[in-house]
């Protein structure tokens, strides 16, 4: 990449710029460069930050950066936008979601990263980062677990229970063997138990059902973006009770 970077360090006005930044002077405008330029100028400037984000107008030019950069960096992820008119929709609104937690878990890992979003993406409502932090599960190799409290944990994070996994999103459990499709992975977990002792973690074959890998230990993630504790979950119950009950009187009153 050293290849890429040389003639921009000629560039008088590239190193005014990145004195700028190192110093806070900012913001800082770069005016007059073609879209090809674009990237290969925010490229020579991604050693002062670990995580950069590139905000731009619409989707389209957002898949079109992304494509761009990787050229220079392969550690870019696109955080999109929620598609309200299809985001309640099964297949869509879970693909939108897995491509989001997957950038919000790869900035939570604390690994250099390039985000590329749009003004929409930046604007959506979102939990504040620490509760997605917060509500990560960890499972290690021989390390005791109260099954009937994961699987309570699983539930509150979005998981489904249901009798084989089959996509994201899905966990299940046959005797002393869990299996669990996290959201922001490409294969399925099956954890063994020994009594209340994770024996054994394996990723397995969302197909066949067959173990493709050994692994020590696993994060799952929450899969979805919104999930509440139980003491919300009642106290919202409660407000809505009371709102009903202010209704029914208001229409008795009117008749």
């Known amino acids: 990449m050293e290849t890429l970077l040389a003639p921009l360090r000629e560039m008088e006005e590239y190193t005014q710029l990145r004195l700028a930044v190192d110093k806070g002077e900012t913001p800082v405008t770069v005016v007059g460069g073609m879209e ?101 599960i960890h499972v290690a190799e021989e390390e005791i677990l109260d099954l009937e409290e994961f699987k309570k944990n699983l539930v509150a994070i979005g998981y489904e229970n249901t009798g084989q996994v089959q996509k994201e999103g899905e966990f299940s459990v046959r005797g002393g063997i869990v299996d669990v499709f996290p959201l922001t992975e490409e294969c399925p977990y099956r954890i063994e138990l020994w009594g209340d002792e994770v024996d054994g973690i394996r990723r397995i074959d969302v197909e066949s059902q067959r173990s493709v890998e050994n692994v020590s230990e696993i994060e799952i993630y929450p899969a979805t973006e919104i999930f509440l504790e139980e003491d919300r979950i009642l106290e919202g119950m409660h407000r809505m009770e009371e709102e009903m009950q202010t209704c029914v009187r208001r229409f008795e009153e009117e008749g």
């Open 36 to 136: 090809a330029q674009k990237c290969h100028m925010i490229y020579g400037m991604e050693d002062l930050a670990d995580v950069r984000l590139i905000v731009t107008y619409n989707e389209i030019r957002a898949r079109e950066l992304l494509e761009d950069y990787r050229l220079y960096d392969k550690n870019v992820m696109y955080y999109p936008a929620k598609d309200f008119i299809f985001y309640s929709a099964d297949v869509h609104g879970q693909a939108i979601v897995k491509e989001r937690l997957k950038v919000i878990k790869r900035l939570l890992e604390k690994e250099p990263l390039t985000v590329v979003t749009t003004l929409d993406g930046g604007m959506d409502y979102c939990l504040p980062f620490e509760r997605y932090q917060e509500n990560r």
